[in-house]
Protein backbone atom coordinates (compact mmCIF):
# COMPACT_ATOMS: atom_id res chain seq x y z
CA UNK A 1 0.00 0.00 0.00
CA UNK A 2 3.02 2.06 0.71
CA UNK A 3 4.50 1.59 -2.40
CA UNK A 4 1.03 2.32 -4.23
CA UNK A 5 0.88 6.09 -2.95
CA UNK A 6 4.30 6.45 -3.48
CA UNK A 7 3.85 5.88 -7.47
CA UNK A 8 0.87 7.76 -7.22
CA UNK A 9 2.69 10.63 -5.65
CA UNK A 10 5.47 10.53 -8.41
CA UNK A 11 2.78 10.07 -11.52
CA UNK A 12 1.19 14.01 -9.82
CA UNK A 13 4.46 15.10 -9.41
CA UNK A 14 5.14 14.31 -13.37
CA UNK A 15 2.25 15.36 -13.98
CA UNK A 16 2.41 18.80 -12.26
CA UNK A 17 5.48 18.96 -13.39
CA UNK A 18 4.94 18.35 -16.75
CA UNK A 19 2.31 21.47 -16.73
CA UNK A 20 4.79 23.52 -15.35
CA UNK A 21 6.87 23.21 -18.20
CA UNK A 22 4.14 24.09 -20.86
CA UNK A 23 3.49 26.58 -19.24
CA UNK A 24 6.47 28.24 -18.87
CA UNK A 25 6.59 27.07 -22.49
CA UNK A 26 3.44 29.03 -23.09
CA UNK A 27 4.69 32.40 -21.62
CA UNK A 28 8.41 32.20 -23.88
CA UNK A 29 6.40 31.64 -27.25
CA UNK A 30 7.62 28.55 -27.83
CA UNK A 31 4.03 26.55 -28.45
CA UNK A 32 5.84 23.68 -28.17
CA UNK A 33 3.97 19.98 -27.71
CA UNK A 34 4.66 18.12 -24.51
CA UNK A 35 6.82 15.43 -26.10
CA UNK A 36 9.42 18.44 -27.19
CA UNK A 37 9.71 19.20 -23.28
CA UNK A 38 13.50 19.01 -23.39
CA UNK A 39 13.52 22.63 -25.80
CA UNK A 40 12.42 24.30 -22.54
CA UNK A 41 15.71 23.33 -21.01
CA UNK A 42 18.30 24.01 -24.20
CA UNK A 43 17.53 27.08 -25.93
CA UNK A 44 19.80 26.06 -28.54
CA UNK A 45 17.07 23.34 -29.54
CA UNK A 46 14.54 25.99 -30.37
CA UNK A 47 12.49 26.01 -33.30
CA UNK A 48 13.48 29.84 -33.38
CA UNK A 49 17.23 28.98 -33.55
CA UNK A 50 16.04 26.63 -35.90
CA UNK A 51 14.60 28.23 -38.08
CA UNK A 52 17.66 31.57 -37.44
CA UNK A 53 19.50 28.62 -38.88
CA UNK A 54 17.60 27.84 -41.68
CA UNK A 55 17.40 31.62 -43.29
CA UNK A 56 20.68 32.56 -42.96
CA UNK A 57 21.97 29.33 -44.71
CA UNK A 58 18.99 29.85 -47.06
CA UNK A 59 20.52 33.86 -46.98
CA UNK A 60 23.76 32.50 -47.95
CA UNK A 61 22.57 30.16 -50.54
CA UNK A 62 20.60 33.00 -52.58
CA UNK A 63 23.51 35.84 -51.91
CA UNK A 64 25.73 33.38 -54.07
CA UNK A 65 23.34 32.42 -56.84
CA UNK A 66 20.60 34.79 -57.38
CA UNK A 67 23.40 37.37 -59.11
CA UNK A 68 24.40 34.98 -61.83
CA UNK A 69 20.67 34.73 -63.00
CA UNK A 70 20.58 36.50 -66.20
CA UNK A 71 17.48 37.89 -68.28
CA UNK A 72 15.77 39.46 -66.31
CA UNK A 73 14.17 42.70 -67.18
CA UNK A 74 15.72 45.95 -65.13
CA UNK A 75 12.55 46.77 -62.82
CA UNK A 76 12.01 42.74 -62.17
CA UNK A 77 15.50 42.16 -61.19
CA UNK A 78 15.34 45.61 -59.11
CA UNK A 79 12.21 44.36 -57.01
CA UNK A 80 13.43 40.48 -56.76
CA UNK A 81 16.19 41.77 -55.13
CA UNK A 82 14.38 43.84 -52.70
CA UNK A 83 11.73 41.16 -51.90
CA UNK A 84 14.16 38.58 -51.61
CA UNK A 85 17.30 39.82 -49.56
CA UNK A 86 15.29 41.96 -47.51
CA UNK A 87 12.88 39.59 -46.70
CA UNK A 88 15.53 37.21 -45.20
CA UNK A 89 16.90 40.06 -43.61
CA UNK A 90 13.88 40.10 -41.57
CA UNK A 91 13.02 37.10 -40.78
CA UNK A 92 17.00 36.18 -39.07
CA UNK A 93 16.16 39.36 -37.06
CA UNK A 94 12.75 38.27 -36.39
CA UNK A 95 13.65 34.87 -35.10
CA UNK A 96 16.70 35.62 -33.57
CA UNK A 97 15.08 37.70 -30.98
CA UNK A 98 12.96 35.34 -30.53
CA UNK A 99 15.68 32.56 -29.28
CA UNK A 100 15.68 32.20 -25.41
CA UNK A 101 19.67 32.89 -24.98
CA UNK A 102 21.24 34.14 -21.57
CA UNK A 103 23.28 37.57 -21.99
CA UNK A 104 26.54 35.06 -22.49
CA UNK A 105 25.38 33.28 -25.01
CA UNK A 106 24.04 36.66 -27.16
CA UNK A 107 27.54 38.12 -26.63
CA UNK A 108 28.96 35.01 -27.38
CA UNK A 109 27.15 35.21 -31.08
CA UNK A 110 27.71 38.57 -31.27
CA UNK A 111 31.59 38.31 -30.72
CA UNK A 112 31.53 34.98 -32.96
CA UNK A 113 29.95 37.24 -36.13
CA UNK A 114 32.33 40.00 -35.65
CA UNK A 115 34.89 37.63 -35.47
CA UNK A 116 34.21 36.21 -39.04
CA UNK A 117 32.87 39.70 -40.36
CA UNK A 118 36.64 41.54 -39.64
CA UNK A 119 38.86 38.30 -40.74
CA UNK A 120 36.03 38.29 -44.20
CA UNK A 121 36.28 42.09 -44.96
CA UNK A 122 39.52 43.33 -43.51
CA UNK A 123 42.01 40.27 -42.69
CA UNK A 124 41.98 37.89 -45.45
CA UNK A 125 42.46 38.13 -49.23
CA UNK A 126 39.94 35.56 -51.25
CA UNK A 127 41.29 34.28 -54.37
CA UNK A 128 39.19 35.07 -57.41
CA UNK A 129 37.46 31.93 -57.48
CA UNK A 130 36.13 32.47 -53.75
CA UNK A 131 35.44 36.49 -53.74
CA UNK A 132 31.08 35.80 -54.56
CA UNK A 133 31.49 33.67 -50.86
CA UNK A 134 33.49 35.78 -49.05
CA UNK A 135 30.98 38.92 -50.04
CA UNK A 136 27.72 36.64 -49.17
CA UNK A 137 29.67 35.15 -45.93
CA UNK A 138 30.68 38.60 -44.93
CA UNK A 139 27.83 40.16 -45.41
CA UNK A 140 25.66 37.43 -43.41
CA UNK A 141 28.51 37.92 -40.93
CA UNK A 142 27.79 41.62 -40.63
CA UNK A 143 24.14 41.08 -40.41
CA UNK A 144 24.70 38.51 -37.54
CA UNK A 145 26.45 41.26 -35.70
CA UNK A 146 23.72 43.80 -35.74
CA UNK A 147 21.32 41.62 -34.87
CA UNK A 148 22.50 39.92 -31.81
CA UNK A 149 23.76 43.69 -30.71
CA UNK A 150 20.52 44.97 -31.13
CA UNK A 151 18.98 41.70 -29.17
CA UNK A 152 21.80 42.69 -26.77
CA UNK A 153 20.96 46.58 -26.72
CA UNK A 154 16.96 45.64 -25.92
CA UNK A 155 17.66 44.41 -22.83
CA UNK A 156 17.80 47.75 -22.01
CA UNK A 157 14.44 48.57 -22.56
CA UNK A 158 12.60 47.11 -19.07
CA UNK A 159 9.51 48.72 -19.54
CA UNK A 160 6.88 49.69 -22.64
CA UNK A 161 6.51 53.49 -22.10
CA UNK A 162 10.32 53.62 -22.55
CA UNK A 163 9.99 52.87 -25.92
CA UNK A 164 7.49 55.74 -27.27
CA UNK A 165 9.43 58.44 -27.09
CA UNK A 166 13.10 56.13 -27.59
CA UNK A 167 11.35 55.12 -30.95
CA UNK A 168 10.61 58.92 -32.30
CA UNK A 169 14.22 59.88 -30.94
CA UNK A 170 15.42 57.16 -33.22
CA UNK A 171 13.39 57.65 -36.24
CA UNK A 172 14.37 61.51 -35.95
CA UNK A 173 18.07 61.59 -35.49
CA UNK A 174 18.18 58.59 -38.61
CA UNK A 175 16.33 61.61 -40.36
CA UNK A 176 18.31 64.44 -40.02
CA UNK A 177 21.56 61.99 -39.79
CA UNK A 178 20.86 60.94 -43.19
CA UNK A 179 19.63 64.58 -44.56
CA UNK A 180 21.79 66.88 -43.13
CA UNK A 181 24.38 65.11 -40.90
CA UNK A 182 26.91 62.08 -40.59
CA UNK A 183 25.11 59.68 -42.59
CA UNK A 184 25.14 62.10 -45.23
CA UNK A 185 28.20 63.52 -45.36
CA UNK A 186 29.64 59.73 -45.44
CA UNK A 187 26.92 58.76 -48.49
CA UNK A 188 28.87 61.76 -50.58
CA UNK A 189 32.41 61.44 -49.49
CA UNK A 190 33.19 58.03 -48.47
CA UNK A 191 30.28 55.44 -50.11
CA UNK A 192 33.07 52.37 -49.64
CA UNK A 193 32.86 53.21 -46.17
CA UNK A 194 29.06 53.01 -45.66
CA UNK A 195 28.96 50.15 -48.15
CA UNK A 196 31.21 47.79 -45.66
CA UNK A 197 29.11 48.68 -42.70
CA UNK A 198 25.73 47.91 -44.42
CA UNK A 199 24.07 44.63 -45.62
CA UNK A 200 24.06 44.74 -49.70
CA UNK A 201 21.40 44.09 -51.74
CA UNK A 202 23.02 42.55 -55.07
CA UNK A 203 22.29 43.20 -58.46
CA UNK A 204 20.21 40.51 -60.10
CA UNK A 205 19.92 39.43 -63.88
CA UNK A 206 22.13 41.95 -65.07
CA UNK A 207 20.69 45.02 -63.74
CA UNK A 208 22.63 48.16 -62.99
CA UNK A 209 24.76 48.72 -60.14
CA UNK A 210 27.87 49.59 -58.28
CA UNK A 211 30.72 48.14 -57.78
CA UNK A 212 31.67 47.26 -54.47
CA UNK A 213 34.33 45.23 -53.02
CA UNK A 214 35.59 42.42 -55.08
CA UNK A 215 33.33 40.59 -56.77
CA UNK A 216 30.20 41.99 -56.45
CA UNK A 217 27.81 44.58 -57.96
CA UNK A 218 24.99 46.40 -55.40
CA UNK A 219 21.91 47.86 -56.18
CA UNK A 220 21.29 49.32 -52.90
CA UNK A 221 22.26 48.81 -48.91
CA UNK A 222 20.28 48.18 -45.90
CA UNK A 223 22.67 50.07 -43.03
CA UNK A 224 23.56 48.49 -39.51
CA UNK A 225 21.85 51.14 -37.51
CA UNK A 226 18.36 49.90 -39.47
CA UNK A 227 19.06 46.66 -38.52
CA UNK A 228 20.32 46.72 -35.17
CA UNK A 229 16.97 49.02 -34.39
CA UNK A 230 14.58 46.41 -36.30
CA UNK A 231 16.31 43.68 -34.11
CA UNK A 232 15.56 45.35 -30.92
CA UNK A 233 12.02 46.34 -31.87
CA UNK A 234 11.52 42.36 -32.49
CA UNK A 235 13.30 41.68 -29.07
CA UNK A 236 11.50 44.43 -27.31
CA UNK A 237 8.20 43.15 -28.00
CA UNK A 238 9.18 40.00 -26.93
CA UNK A 239 10.84 40.74 -23.78
CA UNK A 240 8.04 43.16 -22.91
CA UNK A 241 5.04 40.48 -23.99
CA UNK A 242 4.11 43.10 -26.75
CA UNK A 243 2.65 41.90 -30.29
CA UNK A 244 5.57 40.18 -31.59
CA UNK A 245 4.10 38.08 -34.85
CA UNK A 246 2.10 42.05 -35.51
CA UNK A 247 5.14 43.69 -35.43
CA UNK A 248 6.68 41.65 -38.15
CA UNK A 249 3.67 42.26 -40.08
CA UNK A 250 3.62 46.49 -39.75
CA UNK A 251 7.10 46.77 -39.83
CA UNK A 252 8.06 44.56 -42.89
CA UNK A 253 5.57 45.91 -45.65
CA UNK A 254 6.77 49.74 -44.56
CA UNK A 255 10.72 48.87 -45.01
CA UNK A 256 10.07 47.18 -48.37
CA UNK A 257 8.06 50.28 -49.51
CA UNK A 258 10.97 52.28 -48.22
CA UNK A 259 13.25 50.34 -50.07
CA UNK A 260 11.05 50.61 -53.33
CA UNK A 261 10.74 54.78 -52.92
CA UNK A 262 14.06 54.75 -52.62
CA UNK A 263 15.23 52.90 -55.96
CA UNK A 264 11.91 53.61 -58.39
CA UNK A 265 11.39 57.50 -57.00
CA UNK A 266 14.08 59.66 -58.56
CA UNK A 267 15.53 62.23 -55.36
CA UNK A 268 14.42 59.96 -52.92
CA UNK A 269 18.26 57.87 -52.90
CA UNK A 270 19.60 57.15 -49.95
CA UNK A 271 16.29 57.52 -47.68
CA UNK A 272 16.18 56.89 -44.48
CA UNK A 273 14.60 53.21 -43.14
CA UNK A 274 14.21 54.08 -39.47
CA UNK A 275 11.58 56.69 -39.87
CA UNK A 276 9.22 53.45 -41.56
CA UNK A 277 10.18 50.71 -38.92
CA UNK A 278 9.04 52.84 -35.83
CA UNK A 279 6.03 53.85 -37.81
CA UNK A 280 4.95 50.03 -38.12
CA UNK A 281 6.25 49.46 -34.53
CA UNK A 282 4.23 52.12 -33.01
CA UNK A 283 0.97 51.58 -35.06
CA UNK A 284 1.03 47.94 -33.94
CA UNK A 285 2.09 48.22 -30.66
CA UNK A 286 0.69 51.78 -29.37
CA UNK A 287 -2.30 50.20 -27.26
CA UNK A 288 0.02 48.42 -24.98
CA UNK A 289 1.69 51.59 -23.93
CA UNK A 290 0.00 52.81 -20.73
CA UNK A 291 -0.69 56.84 -21.10
CA UNK A 292 -2.86 58.76 -19.51
CA UNK A 293 -4.93 61.01 -21.73
CA UNK A 294 -2.96 64.15 -21.99
CA UNK A 295 0.17 62.12 -22.72
CA UNK A 296 -1.80 60.51 -25.89
CA UNK A 297 -2.12 63.88 -26.99
CA UNK A 298 1.39 65.40 -26.33
CA UNK A 299 2.98 61.66 -28.08
CA UNK A 300 0.65 62.39 -31.03
CA UNK A 301 1.76 65.93 -31.37
CA UNK A 302 5.40 64.57 -31.07
CA UNK A 303 4.48 61.98 -34.08
CA UNK A 304 3.12 64.88 -36.12
CA UNK A 305 5.72 66.88 -35.45
CA UNK A 306 7.97 64.21 -36.80
CA UNK A 307 5.95 63.70 -39.88
CA UNK A 308 6.17 67.56 -40.89
CA UNK A 309 10.08 67.18 -40.52
CA UNK A 310 10.13 63.88 -42.67
CA UNK A 311 8.28 65.69 -45.63
CA UNK A 312 10.13 68.70 -45.13
CA UNK A 313 13.41 66.92 -45.68
CA UNK A 314 11.98 64.24 -48.23
CA UNK A 315 11.10 67.98 -50.57
CA UNK A 316 14.19 69.62 -49.62
CA UNK A 317 16.15 66.88 -50.79
CA UNK A 318 14.43 66.45 -53.71
CA UNK A 319 13.17 69.98 -54.94
CA UNK A 320 16.05 72.40 -53.02
Same mark, same amino acid.
Given at each position: ????? %????? !?????? @? !?????????????????? !??? #?? @??????????? #???????????????? #???? %????????????? $?? @?????????????????????????????????????????????????????????? &? &??? $?????????????????????????????????????????????????????? #??????? @??????????????????????????? /?????????????????????????????????????????????? /? &?? $?????????????????????????? %?????????
Amino acid at each position: MRGGE %LKMAD !EEHSLE @T !ERVDLGIGERLGAGLPLH !EWR #TL @TDPWRTPSVRM #TMLFAGLYLVLRMWLP #TVGG %LPESSAKLLSILV $FV @TLTFLIAYHAARMRLGLRAQLGGLAGALIVWLALSFLLRPTPGTQVVAAAAGDLAFML &C &CVF $FGVILARAFRDRNILLPASLAVALVDLIGVYYGLTGRLLQDAPELVANLSVKLP #TIGGAPG @TAVGAGSRVLATMGGGDIVFIAVFFAA /AVRLEMNVRGTFWYVYPLSILAMILALFVPGLVGIPALPFVVAGFL /A &CN $FHYFDLTPGERWAMLYAGLVVLVVIL %LCVFAARYV
